[in-house]
């Protein structure tokens, strides 16, 4: 079996399991997609409780709806969020949240969505330093290995911040995900990007 059967392997069995088990908020299931399971909120608390969090001053995530609640958080608590547009067709999103934060949950919420950053994000000359990243994930394993949905996404965005210097080996990378998408093991490829935080609805845990 190849790396590329074995990935789509994976993907297809964490997919059922989320599915079937009813851990997924989509009715026809995440088949696809990046998942949008059931106790991101919890998820996103979580990772929010760290210490590398509480330190951090400029957020970047992917724009995948399971991550909807970490980008609320950021947000809320004043921190600034830079958010990948979908497939990177529109580049990067800066948003303000030291400005933000001052407004009602409502447009919080709202600006929290893909359609929502687009509606409140603002035109900035150079990007501020990343502090943390969030990507959306498909499985991982406690090593830090990590597929997406297939398409190399989060794997071109990870490339292109370092390439800005927006990021560094030390910037936390991490993701939120559902317990079940935690494995023993992720075949992985040169290009594949690895995390160095992982959160669940349960726990969080640092690699390396």
Known sequence: M??????ELLRKTIYDKLFYGGFSNRPKGDYG???????????????????????AKTIFSSPDSAQIPVRYLALKEGKNLIMASPNLNHGYLFLNGQEICNFS????????????????CI??????RIDFVVEGSVAVDKLGNRIGKGKGFADMEIAD?????????????????HPLQLVDYVPTENHDMKLNMIATSDDVFRVG
Request: glycine share 2%; charged share 30%.
């Open 33 to 55: 997609k990046i998942p949008n399971f059931k106790g991101s909120e919890l998820a996103a608390k979580i990772l929010a409780n760290t210490s590398e969090w509480k330190n």
């Open 105 to 120: 949950v409502d447009v919080i919420e709202e600006a929290s969505t893909k359609e929502g950053a687009f509606k409140y």
């Open 161 to 177: 911040l370092f390439k800005r210097n927006l990021i560094s080996s030390k910037t936390v990378i991490s993701t939120t995900i």
């Open 2 to 7: 190849s790396i590329f059967q074995e990935k």
């Open 123 to 128: 035109d900035v000359e150079n990007f501020l």
